[in-house]
């Protein structure tokens, strides 16, 4: 059975850089056809899509976060990464690790991570 | 944008629920719902409009296309009291989530 699980700072001080890490068991992140993303949530509100990758390392990411955001792949790990920088307190949430299913490209999360939150305060 | 309508909605074990998604160009049958409770991650429930996902029992219905869909859960068990979100994928790789629907028990 497919895991995800997020890893990284619980904690992070305006200005600074987020770093998260998914880390994948039960299946090969190089496996064909899936891609994985990062989606956060603020507290009490919505989910919000971040951007995603594909084992190639080609990466797709929303246009409003895209100056700062970076996700990347390793392959060796089964692990992909999730930077964001200069962070402000719009950008406290719980973070999602998540891969997709049913077709190539479907863009619905089947498989998700349990979420870690990461708050921005000094 | 995908707008979610009603924002909360308030009904009682045993009742049908319809929830609404509607957007604001056509995304095709290109959308999904998935369910949240809390301290938990989403779960897929629909894809493409009106396929159940995997394990997804058969009281959760959606149905719709172009810009209007609806989510229909037939019969409220307990645990189905949640939020609920749309989601399209018309725009992909760029992917968008509506505003949710609560569902809570009058």
């Known amino acids: 059975q497919l895991q995800l699980q997020e890893s990284g700072p619980g904690l992070v001080k305006p200005s600074e850089t987020l770093s998260l890490t998914c880390t994948v068991s039960?299946?090969?992140?190089?496996?064909?056809?899936?891609?994985w993303g990062w989606i956060r949530q603020p507290p009490g509100k919505g989910l919000e899509w971040i951007g995603s990758?594909?084992?190639?390392?080609?990466?797709y990411y929303k246009p409003s976060l895209m100056s700062r955001v970076t996700i990347s792949v390793d392959t060796s790990k089964n692990q992909f990464s999730l930077t964001l920088s200069s962070v402000t307190a719009a950008d406290t949430a719980i973070y999602y690790c998540a891969r997709d299913d049913y077709y190539d490209r479907s863009g619905f999360y089947e498989h998700w991570g349990r979420g870690t939150l990461v708050t921005v305060s000094s | 944008v995908l707008t979610q309508s009603p924002a909360t909605l308030s009904l009682s074990p045993g009742e049908r629920a319809t929830l609404s998604c509607r957007a604001s160009e056509s995304v095709s049958s290109f959308l999904g719902w998935y369910q949240q409770k809390p301290g938990q991650a989403p779960r897929l429930i629909i894809y493409?409009?009106?396929n159940r996902a995997t394990g997804i029992p058969a009281r959760f219905s959606g149905s719709g296309s172009g810009t209007d869909f609806t989510l229909t859960i037939s019969s409220l068990e307990p645990e189905d009291f949640a939020v609920y979100y749309c989601?399209?994928?018309?725009?992909?790789?760029?992917?968008?989530f509506g505003g949710g629907t609560k569902v809570e028990i009058k």
């Open positions: 039960g299946g090969s992140i190089s496996i064909s056809s899936y891609y």
């Open positions: 990758i594909y084992h190639s390392g080609s990466t």
């Open positions: 989601q399209q994928r018309s725009s992909w790789p760029l992917l968008t």
């Open positions: 493409d409009a009106s």
